[in-house]
């Protein structure tokens, strides 16, 4: 951390997601974007001349040793996580790598004891974790308004972008999991899935996810790169309430005062259901960048301690529900994927 408080941060991987990084760090009182490096020349020189502060390199190994950086921040493709984040932990860095931290729960594991022998901080990129409608969301099913949680359905599609080196559950699944994590406080038991790879052989581009909690709550997850419109909808139906958070919406959470009753049977009588409609209530929510508020508490964990929101564990916990999913998976044809 320099003089005036502000973490120096380097950020490795310009791709697609890489210069939002670089934005928000730019933006943020408490940090300063000191270097910025890909493999690719073009995208150093499309985001460096936006900041022309920040160093520009193609080699990683010139930032690990430079004593002017605090912290290294990965936007790389997932297999490539582990060693660079490892290389950047060894050197003495603060890592914040994008999600999902790494591609298995050994390599995930790896990086939390490395970070805890010397004493950094890891973080994994969950954004969601920072939604205002998210944490709205977690509010209400945590103060118990929702009631039990019945279930959980969930539609993140789009078109693309399909990536080289992982599957749609790799790139889409860990927004889901990590927010599934957050809500419920629980990691599933079981789980069903059925996938398909319809346009690069072997690479799943659409899945369907069935998650079982021991709370009893289900969830059912609908992931793909090949939908014509984008949908980022999920709902949360509770015994006593019910919510729509759909996360394109102006108005991104809609809490319905509905649901049905079940009155104890009397005698031989029937089962008579009783259905609730009642007010439907789309409460304000902040518009903070939830990507401000991620970086935020990463330069807050590394000048104060304490464990960031995204936390490693939260990181590991999201790896081992996708190897959960991936063990049950059964692709498209009836082969075992
Ligand atoms: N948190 C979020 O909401 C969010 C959104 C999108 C993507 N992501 C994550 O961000 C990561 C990157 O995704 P993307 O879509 O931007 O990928 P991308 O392929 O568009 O970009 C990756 C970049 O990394 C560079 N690169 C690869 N190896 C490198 C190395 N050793 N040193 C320096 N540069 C290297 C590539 O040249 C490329 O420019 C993934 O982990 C993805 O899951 C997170």
Redesign the pocket.
């Known amino acids: 951390v320099d003089c005036v408080g502000q973490v120096r941060v380097a950020v490795?991987?310009?791709?697609?997601?890489?210069p939002n990084l670089v934005r928000v760090i730019h933006e943020l009182p408490e940090a300063e974007v000191v270097a910025i490096?890909?493999?690719?020349g073009e995208?150093l020189e499309h985001v460096g001349r936006l900041y022309p502060g920040a160093e520009r390199t193609?080699d990683?190994t010139s930032l690990l040793e430079d004593p002017k950086i605090d912290a290294i921040v990965v936007?790389?493709?997932?297999t490539?996580?582990f060693?660079?984040a490892a290389a950047a932990l060894e050197a003495g860095k603060h890592v914040l790598v994008?999600?999902?931290m790494a591609a298995c729960s050994e390599e995930a594991l790896a990086l939390v004891a490395l970070a805890d022998a010397k004493g950094l901080v890891l973080m994994p990129?969950?954004?969601?974790v920072y939604s205002p409608s998210v944490n709205l969301v977690r509010d209400l099913i945590r103060s118990g308004d929702l009631g039990e949680v019945y279930f959980v359905s969930s539609s993140r599609v789009n078109l693309g972008?399909h990536?080289?080196d992982v599957s749609v559950i790799w790139?889409l699944g860990?927004?889901e999991f990590s927010i599934l994590r957050y809500w419920l406080g629980e990691n599933p038991e079981s789980a069903s899935a059925v996938t398909r790879s319809c346009v690069i052989p072997g690479v799943p581009d659409v899945a369907f996810v069935t998650l079982e909690y021991a709370s009893g709550t289900v969830a059912n997850i609908e992931l793909a790169w090949l939908s014509p419109s984008k949908l980022r909808r999920t709902t949360v139906a509770g015994s006593r309430k019910m919510v729509v958070y759909d996360d394109t919406s102006n108005e991104p959470v809609r809490v319905f005062d509905a649901g049905v009753d079940l009155p104890e049977p009397r005698g031989f009588e029937q089962y008579r259901l009783s259905y609730r409609t009642g007010d439907i209530v789309s409460p304000a929510v902040s518009t903070v960048e939830p990507?401000m508020l991620e970086l935020a508490d990463f330069c807050r964990s590394i000048v104060s301690g304490g464990e960031p929101r995204s936390s490693a564990s939260l990181g590991i916990d999201v790896i081992r529900t996708i190897e959960l999913v991936e063990r049950v998976t059964v692709a498209a044809g009836g082969r075992s994927a």
Not at 75 to 78: N, Q, S
Not at 125 to 128: A, I, K, M
């Open positions: 490795v991987g310009l791709g697609y997601w890489g490096c890909d493999l690719r995208r193609r990683l936007a790389t493709p997932v490539t996580h060693e660079i994008e999600k999902p990129g969950h954004t969601f972008i990536q080289p790139d860990p927004h990507l």
